[in-house]
Structures are given as structure tokens and as C-alpha cells.
């Protein structure tokens, strides 16, 4: 019997490196200029758009990690779905996909054939191509896919062009890291995991093939850097956000787990990075968890004119049931992030 | 006394292990000394602690080890903690920093002095109740100073660390403060004027 | 950032800084403590010692000693560390 977690020190995004830690390396990078390349790292964007013609953009991004789940083709699935998703949220089309694998020389092969075969539906279901791949030795095993795609210059979803007055929409329940943190302490009950795993598997193609019809002004996908993060990040320098408590959808279970404290080295990480950019208030200790909670594969956050947003929620609920509007666009206040 | 390695071990499993010996002292609660190797860690253990209503604190060690104490039981909960704290008098000092140098001369000794300045304030006892940054002293309380694991811990230690935003937004970096609280000029001047003493840097 | 760097004066203690501040090492300062005799008014902490020392040495920075922070009932002990 194999196990893929007890090779992995932290799995999923929650292993991703630091909001702050990263900006700082990365800043010291030189800036590359090319006006055909529309968005570029500088931006922190989802993703890289490289513009071909007057039509024709290419969004190429990668992603891969470790798993946080023991079924190997579950995890195949869920970083494929995670990988694909920065394509979604710059308002793209996958067109092919490589895969990236490191793993163990002292696991069976069999464990990897199912990894690969879960990552190989997701990106048949994109209606993407596997067309090749790179894999080496490695202590831990990793998986995940290079994503190309295709995207209209005129109507790339930036992550951070909201406009005051917009609402804001989360399509994905937040509360996934948190989950995965119980079931490697071994207190998660069965149905949240499966509620977890199911929902990091989804594809937000179907989400995101529903905001086509309506106009977006910003979008990007929940991370390991957790819901505030993004939010922060999406303000940019001109605009605040106010967020509804209320109104944040999470797994039930989720919440239990953070109110027993059952949580991750990312959630913390996540609320020391957002020190000084939102006032808690008399926010329930497991709501701000929540808020933090490193989410791998999460859901689309998107910006929208008021005027249709709840329209556009009714279409993107009849894919993601659980989706809300979770908030509204505001002119610059005192802080990025004001809760309600 | 229980003592706990979870040195090797990522969250949720330090927490997990220390709540358990937590409950399992009951009512008459005890205490509970847990190595940890992360800081991340040693954060979320103290929150747990904080969350239950115990009294927590830590100590480095050699090797990146920190142990964190926690002790649970009568006597020891938050509240009763805070009663304690607020009848002992505080400090009424408040220290405002205007620039980011000290005194005046070459600025390259100012710089490293008023850093040296900050590191010695954190050792006083009492510690002061405020300290504030305006003008180019905001610039000490951003991400990139190396003064800010200093002032993170006055803070821990209750101590307010104001920011005029004024000046945060003047100089561009209101995005790369690290520490304390945005206020605006009211909030200044009220920790001013409700100050027993002053240090003007 | 257990360790404390001396410097023979200020002005070394100043480019040890900037050194260590320019290659990402994690540095902050701090006035020399009571308990340590050798050195100028400024110290350094540091986390790494031998890394910090290498790069100092690198750039013709000299380090007076290298101590060890404690802390006991009667505060914080400057043990120094031989290297």
C-alpha cells in the first residue's frame, strides 16, 4: 500500500511560497518590456498573455505541487483542474497542456499511471490536448500541467480593473484547506472530504463559459494565497472593497473545523501578510479562518456592473450551486478591504 | 507537565497534539511545553491559546527550536489576564517618530542609530503604550525595514503602533506596511495628548 | 536571530549592514548590550552567523566577536561564541 501524503511535508497550494516572501525575490528580477506581451508577472496576474495578432492572444501559465489527498487519481484531477484554472480566469480557452511530474524512484509506478490518468480527464474535459510532458526523480511527488491557451486581446479578464460600483462574486466554497488540514490530522468526517475533493476537481471552465455572456471587469481564481489576498490584490491602488460576512459561502464542515482550531501553516502565513490591509472587527475566529484559508483549485472571483451581477449569478449558480455575491466595489477608502 | 515535540511536524499537527494534552488535563488544567521548528507554528499555537482563553508564551531556542508554553487551567484564563494587566499601571509613554534618522549629522549613523533607538525601546519596562511613525519615520514600519520584527513584537506585547496614512499614501508605501494600525492625524494627536510623557525622535 | 555581531567601530558596523541588508540575509540592529565589552555602540543580529561572517569577510568587513543570546530569570545572558 503506497501513500502519497507521508512523502509530502504540505500539499496542495497551501504549499505555495509566500505572498510576501515571493514579491520580495521577485522584485529584484529584471523588468522584461515587450508590448506584445499583455500581461506579464509584473502584474501578478493568473496568468501570461502574449498577443499574437489583432485577434489572437495566447494565456500561458503553469502550476503544479504535492498532494493533499491519498487518492492518487483524485490528485491527478485536482491539479489539473488547478493548473487549467488560471486560463479560465484570464477569460481564456485551453488549447494543449504538458504535463510536469516529479516523483519518488521508491514509489510504485502504478500510483503515478493514476495520477496522470486523473490530470488526462480533466484536461479531455477542457477540451484542451495532452501533448507531452517533462518528469524527474524527486523526494516528494509533484504533478501538474503548462496550460496554452486562447484569448480575445480585447476581453482579457485582468485581476485587478474593477470598477466602483461593481459587485463581487465568489463561485467556489471557500474552506478546502482547512478540510485537508483535518484529514491529515485525521478528524475530518467523510462527507466534508468528499465535498472538498469534489469541488477542487470541478473545473471552473463551466463558470466561466456563463461570465462570457456578461461584461467582467476583473477576474481572477482563489489560491493558496486565500480569499482576502485576492481581494486585496484586486483593489489595485484605485479602488476598495467591502465584502458581506454573510454572504461567503463555505463548506459547513469547514467552519466547524476552524472554530477546533485544526489549522494551516498557509492561513497563518496569509493573515500576516494581510496585517494592516483589513480590520477583522468582531469577525467569528473560524470566519476569518476562512478568509485565510489557503484554497487549492478555488473558485473564480470576479467583478461585474452591479446592474447584471445578479443575473449573472442565477447563470453561474445553475454550474456552481454554491456561488454568491459576496461583495461590491467601492472608490478608494482607508483601507483595501472593509467587511460588513 | 506535558511536554510535546513537534519539531518536523506541520500544521494542524502541532495544534492538534497540544489540544488534545489540553483536554486531557481537564478542569485542573496544567501546563504544556511544546517544541515547535517553524514560527508559522508557534503563531497558530499561541492563537489556539489565545482562541481558548489560556495563557501562552515562547522562548528560542539553539537550531531554530522554539518552545512554547502554554498553561491551562484556574487562574489562567485570558480575561482574568487582562484584569491583571489593566490595574497595573501603565507606562503613559508614548514614543513619536518623525523621521527615519536620529539626531542630527551624517544621515548613514542616523539611520543605524534609530534602529539601535527601536530595538532599545522594546527592552524597556514598562513598555510604552504607543508608538507612532509620521513623515519619513513611517518608512521603518514598512515590510522592508529591518526594524520590523522589532515593532511586531511591541505589538505583540500590546503596545499601539500607529501609522499616519498621510504620509504612508505621500511616500507611495501604504501597500508595504507591516505593522501597526493606519490612522490619520486625530489619532495621533489623541495618543499625544493622552500621554503622561513623550520621546520626539 | 539568536546571534549578535561586534564590530570594532560604527562605520563597520554601518557597510556590515548595508552588506548584509544588500544580499538578503536577515540582519537587524540593536545598541551593544550591557553585558558585552568588546566593540563599538552598534551591533548586528543575525540568524545565520557563519554565512553573515562569510559575507562581511567577503567585503573586508572585520567582526570584532560573535555571541549567543539567552535568556535565564536574571534576563537575557551574551554568551560568545568561538569561531
Known amino acids: ?18 505572498p510576501g516572501e ?79 511530474v516529479c516523483y519518488p524512484e521508491s514509489l510504485e509506478l502504478d500510483a503515478l499511471g493514476e495520477i496522470l490518468a486523473g490530470g488526462a480527464e480533466k484536461i479531455q474535459e477542457s477540451g484542451a490536448v495532452l501533448s507531452g510532458g517533462h518528469s524527474i526523480y524527486d523526494k516528494e511527488p509533484k504533478y501538474g500541467l503548462a496550460v496554452t491557451g486562447r484569448l480575445d486581446p480585447k476581453q482579457i479578464w485582468r485581476n485587478n480593473t474593477p470598477a466602483p460600483g461593481d459587485q463581487l462574486i465568489l463561485t467556489k466554497p471557500l474552506g478546502v484547506g ?33 461570465m462570457h455572456s456578461f461584461p467582467i471587469n476583473a477576474c481572477t481564481d482563489i489560491t493558496g494565497f486565500g480569499l482576502l489576498a485576492h481581494a486585496r490584490e484586486m483593489t489595485g491602488e484605485a479602488t476598495s472593497m467591502v465584502l458581506y460576512r454573510s454572504e461567503l459561502p463555505y463548506i459547513q464542515q469547514a467552519y466547524e473545523y476552524a472554530g ?10 496569509n493573515r500576516n501578510h494581510m496585517q494592516g490591509f483589513v480590520d477583522l472587527g468582531d469577525t467569528s475566529f473560524a470566519l476569518q479562518e476562512l478568509m485565510f484559508d489557503p484554497q487549492t483549485s478555488g473558485g473564480l472571483f470576479l467583478s461585474a456592473p452591479k446592474a447584471c451581477a445578479q443575473e449573472l449569478l442565477s447563470a453561474i449558480q445553475e454550474v456552481e450551486p454554491q456561488a454568491k455575491i459576496v461583495g461590491e466595489v467601492l472608490l478608494h477608502q482607508n483601507l483595501p478591504i472593509l467587511l460588513r | 507537565m506535558t511536554n510535546i515535540d513537534c519539531t518536523g511536524q506541520v500544521c494542524p499537527i502541532p495544534v492538534i497534539r497540544t489540544k488534545k494534552s489540553l483536554a486531557a488535563m481537564g478542569e485542573a488544567g496544567g501546563v504544556v511545553t511544546v517544541l515547535v521548528d517553524n514560527d508559522i507554528s508557534r503563531q497558530n499555537l499561541q492563537k489556539m491559546a489565545t482562541g481558548l482563553g489560556y495563557q501562552s508564551e515562547y522562548q528560542q531556542r539553539d537550531n531554530g527550536i522554539i518552545e512554547v508554553t502554554i498553561v491551562a487551567g484556574e487562574g489562567c484564563a485570558v480575561e482574568q489576564q487582562t484584569i491583571a494587566i489593566e490595574s497595573d499601571e501603565d ?39 504607543h508608538v507612532l511613525f509620521f513623515n519619513s519615520g513611517v518608512s521603518l514600519a514598512t515590510s522592508e525595514s529591518n526594524s520590523i520584527e522589532d515593532l511586531r513584537e511591541l505589538e505583540a506585547a500590546s503596545v499601539v503602533v500607529l501609522i499616519c496614512g498621510t504620509c504612508t499614501n505621500y511616500y507611495g508605501i501604504t501597500e508595504k506596511i507591516g505593522v501597526g494600525e493606519i490612522t490619520n492625524m486625530y489619532g495621533i494627536v489623541t495618543a499625544m495628548a493622552s500621554a503622561k510623557r513623550i520621546i520626539n525622535i | 536571530m539568536s546571534y549578535i555581531l561586534t564590530f570594532p567601530n560604527t562605520h563597520a558596523a554601518i557597510f556590515a549592514e548595508k552588506a548584509l541588508l544588500q544580499a538578503a540575509y536577515s540582519v537587524g540592529v540593536m545598541p551593544m548590550p550591557s553585558g558585552i565589552k568588546a566593540g563599538c555602540g552598534i551591533a548586528l543580529r543575525v540568524a545565520d552567523y557563519i554565512a553573515s561572517d562569510a559575507l562581511l569577510k567577503k567585503n573586508n568587513i572585520v567582526v570584532s566577536a560573535v555571541y549567543q543570546a539567552s535568556k535565564n530569570s536574571q534576563g537575557t545572558v551574551y554568551s560568545e561564541v568561538a569561531f
Open chain 2, 91 to 129: 507606562s503613559g509613554l508614548v514614543v513619536a517618530i518623525g523621521r527615519d534618522t536620529m539626531g542630527a549629522g551624517d544621515p548613514e549613523l542616523g539611520k543605524i542609530l534609530i534602529k539601535g533607538f527601536i530595538y532599545a525601546v522594546k527592552e524597556l519596562t514598562p513598555l510604552p503604550t
Open chain 1, 178 to 210: 482547512i478540510i485537508m488540514a483535518a484529514l491529515r490530522g485525521e478528524m475530518a468526517d467523510e462527507q466534508a472530504v468528499k465535498a472538498a475533493i469534489s469541488s477542487m476537481q470541478r473545473l471552473n471552465k463551466y463558470a466561466a463559459e456563463k
Open chain 1, 22 to 100: 515571493l514579491s520580495k525575490v521577485l522584485s529584484r528580477l529584471p523588468a522584461f518590456c515587450d508590448p506584445k506581451l499583455l500581461v506579464g508577472f509584473d502584474a501578478s496576474d493568473d496568468a501570461a498573455v502574449y498577443q499574437i495578432n489583432a485577434d489572437t492572444a495566447i494565456v500561458s501559465t503553469v502550476d503544479f505541487f504535492s498532494p493533499m489527498v491519498e487518492d492518487p487519481r483524485s490528485f491527478g484531477r485536482i491539479a489539473a483542474a488547478n493548473a487549467l484554472s488560471d486560463v479560465y480566469a484570464m477569460g481564456g480557452t485551453p488549447l494543449f497542456a504538458l504535463n510536469l
Open chain 1, 1 to 18: 500500500m503506497i501513500s502519497l501524503l507521508s512523502n509530502c511535508t504540505s500539499g496542495g497550494c497551501g504549499a505555495k511560497i509566500g
Open chain 1, 260 to 269: 477546533d482550531y485544526l489549522i494551516t501553516a498557509a492561513g497563518q502565513r
